[in-house]
């Protein structure tokens, strides 16, 4: 169905039938439209399940929609795997670390006696050689032990990284609905496949409802934003508050799909109305007329 077509064919109806009757300047009729949502699917696979159709109402964090998720799951197992074998690598190079520290200090304390004989003329200078290499090499052992350690390190916090993209992956196989509201449009069907980022329904948002009327620029002086309206329903016995949520900075010419004779060279400025819908009584497309107040 082409709401916008509709929405606008209402306007013109309504508003000319303001014109002829309506004898309060300031009374405006408008239509009632939700917000637009096309919902999409983060990540692409075919489509195991879809679990609502067009016109149904659904609910904020309402499931809609499951995508095959077998190969995910096959990846996240063998990034486990490779994170158990990092446990083991830990382990082993944890122990060849401690054996090199150790090996460290005996050679420390080994080359502080033969130091303290070769300055007392006890031993030739060959020994002291000896003994500095052997320092020289257990030295690079053990920081290359550090270093080995230090890169396992690195690659199990890559891998943890790489878990969660794959769990996020996972989890967003599950659609939910980010709003409540009416779907309107269904993109793909069951048994589908989807790609990654596009919409897989359009769901109009009807929690929070907005009509644009347009006002002469003599009326603007008496309007700002978040100025309190009143919206009246044929049907509904009691009025709904509404308010300005924005005016147009700029005067146009009344839009030619809603143009009489009386009003087809007047300036106006586009105002929105914003009407809070937490019970679900106003629909889309509904018309409306809102009363300024003096």
Same mark, same amino acid.
């Given at each position: ?37 096309? $919902? ?39 990034? %486990? ?52 290499? %052997? ?85 603007? $002086?008496?309007?700002?934003?978040? %100025? ?42 586009? $105002? ?23």
């Amino acid at each position: 169905m082409n709401y916008k077509g509709y929405f606008w064919l209402l306007m013109i109806i309504f508003f000319v039938f303001d014109c002829g009757n309506n004898k309060n300047n300031n009374s405006y009729t408008g239509v009632l439209e939700g917000t637009s949502i096309n $919902v999409p699917v983060l990540t692409g696979g075919k489509i195991i399940e879809l679990l609502i159709n067009t016109g149904d109402k659904v609910e904020k964090s309402q499931r809609l929609a499951i995508i095959d998720s077998t190969e995910l799951t096959y990846q996240r197992q063998q990034l %486990q795997a490779t994170r158990t074998e990092l446990d083991v690598q830990t382990k082993i190079a944890t122990t060849v670390l401690a054996s090199a520290q150790k090996d460290l200090s005996y050679i420390k304390e080994k080359h502080e006696r033969v130091k303290k004989l070769y300055e007392n003329k006890s031993i030739p200078q060959q020994n002291l050689d000896d003994i500095n290499n %052997q320092l020289q090499n257990v030295k690079s052992a053990f920081t290359t032990s550090q270093q080995k350690l230090q890169s396992i390190a690195a690659r199990r916090e890559q891998l943890q990284a790489q878990i969660k993209i794959i769990e996020k992956k996972i989890k967003d196989t599950v659609v939910l609905a980010p709003c409540q509201g009416i779907v309107v449009t269904k993109y793909f069907e069951s048994g589908e496949a989807i790609p990654r980022f596009s919409p897989l329904v359009e769901i109009i948002d009807i929690s929070k409802m907005t009509t644009k009327i347009y006002i002469s620029e003599k009326q603007l $002086v008496k309007i700002k934003n978040g %100025q309190k309206v009143t919206v009246s329903i044929d049907g509904l016995d009691r009025n709904l508050p509404g308010r300005v949520s924005w005016i147009s900075p700029k005067a146009e010419f009344t839009p030619k799909n809603i143009l009489t004779p009386e009003t087809r060279t007047s300036l106006v400025y586009a $105002v929105k109305i914003s009407i809070e819908n937490e019970d679900g009584v106003l629909k889309q497309g509904m018309p409306v007329v809102v009363e300024l107040g003096d």
